[in-house]
């Protein structure tokens, strides 16, 4: 029965898509129906083409060995098995590596900013070694690869190709804020215009939580000094008011928000007063509870050459790093560390020039740690210039 494996897409600008498979057994003949047993959908299979360089050729009757590509195929990617239904199999593929290197991405023009997603996505098709994020509280758009030539080459294709240039920068690096102690205060708003006025009183209580149990709000009013129907307006207006710090803007995390008094006006208060009132106290019981920047820790895993492990522990040592354990890999050292994010933005580039090019990393998101003072007070300079300039 016919079988074979799509190991490479390539985006053609006149053919479209086209999925470049092994035929490892049966015969493919034109207008073979076939299952694509990673995803379960159906594929016909027609006008199977040699590649000739840029030349294609049809190809007549293809068998085990050769390797063809047909064009148009509706949902059949990358690491795929086509195959007959009545003898369905799916052929081991290994997974795309990760990304090492990573820049943030915007487009040169505006006319092409609704083009860039649309043709990346095009490229990552032929090559998923390449990934594409958006972070979701920077708004940045994440293109990440194997290397350098690896990124500049894929920027190059996209304007070769598509027509479209962008603009690479260094990603910002998502920290967060947080409180290291307990305090209380008062959020007021009092206005009073023509007619109805706005007043509300709530009395908030901030105090830290362990790392990485992200918000809690807890009522603890009392003898209806706020209705129950505005308990909710508090809460909305802290979940807004989370989303900037007092110090330098970031989100807010690892805290809990308790609600404990208040006062309310039979006409003039309202869910925004609430809302509003909310707000300030969190910003006043914040600026007194201690509040301090954290910063993203990464878990790195480096693999090198035994001759290489003292410049690379020593290199990690400079970028604040922790080295975990060391490891014996096929001939190969294997460091486990972790470094703060911000450190190591560009490490890829420092570990081809340590190693030769030998040495390669992996590298995930770990946790959220307190900032040392030096680099908390120069992330709010920074923060407070870039306000100033906005």
């Not at 086209?18 to 159906?42: E, Y």
């Not at 860039?116 to 994440?142: A, G």
């Not at 970028?319 to 190969?332: I, M, S």
Request: hydrophobic share 40%; aromatic share 6%.
């Amino acid at each position: 029965p016919f079988s074979a494996i799509v190991f490479k897409t390539v985006v053609d600008q006149f053919a479209g898509t086209l999925s470049v498979m092994r035929i490892v057994s049966g015969k493919l003949t034109a207008d073979t129906h076939a299952l694509n047993a990673a995803r379960g959908n159906k594929e016909k299979l027609a006008h199977p083409l040699f590649l000739m360089g840029k030349k294609q050729q049809p190809a007549e009757d293809p068998g085990p060995g050769d390797i063809v590509a047909v064009a148009k195929l509706k949902n059949t990617h990358t690491g795929d098995t086509l195959c007959e239904e009545k003898a369905a199999l799916q052929y081991p593929f290994p997974p795309p590596p990760r990304g090492v290197l990573g820049y943030s991405l915007t487009a040169k023009t505006k006319q092409d900013e609704d083009k860039v997603n649309s043709c990346l996505h095009r490229l990552i098709e032929e090559d998923p070694s390449l990934h594409l994020d958006r972070d979701s509280q920077t708004k940045e758009h994440l293109l990440s690869g194997m290397g350098q030539q690896h990124i500049d080459v894929t920027i190059e294709k996209l304007k070769r190709k598509f027509g479209v240039e962008v603009t690479l920068s260094v990603p910002t690096v998502p920290y967060r804020e947080t409180v290291r102690g307990k305090a209380s205060a008062e959020g007021k708003l009092k206005k009073q215009t023509g007619g109805h006025g706005q007043f509300a009183v709530a009395w908030l209580e901030v105090s830290p939580l362990p790392r990485g149990k992200g918000f809690e709000f807890e009522d603890r009013i009392v003898g209806g000094v706020i209705p129950r129907n505005f308990i909710p307006a508090v809460e909305k207006g802290l979940l807004e008011a989370k989303e900037h710090g007092v110090l330098a803007g970031f989100p807010v995390v690892d805290f809990k928000a308790a609600v404990f008094d208040g006062k309310h006006h039979p006409v003039d208060s309202s869910e925004i007063a609430f809302k509003l009132a909310a707000s300030f106290g969190f910003k006043a019981a914040m600026q007194q509870a201690q509040p301090t920047i954290l910063e993203p820790i990464m878990s790195m895993e480096i693999e090198v050459p035994e001759e290489n492990v003292g410049d690379v522990i020593g290199d990690l040592n400079q970028r604040r790093g922790r080295v975990l354990g060391v490891d014996t890999r096929a001939g190969h050292q294997v460091i486990k560390a972790q470094a703060p994010m911000a450190e190591v933005l560009s490490y890829a580039q420092s570990l081809t020039s340590i190693t030769s090019g030998k040495g390669s990393f992996s590298m995930d998101f770990d946790h959220y740690d307190e900032a040392p003072a030096p680099i908390r007070e120069k992330i709010v300079a920074e923060a407070a210039a870039k306000k100033q300039e906005d």
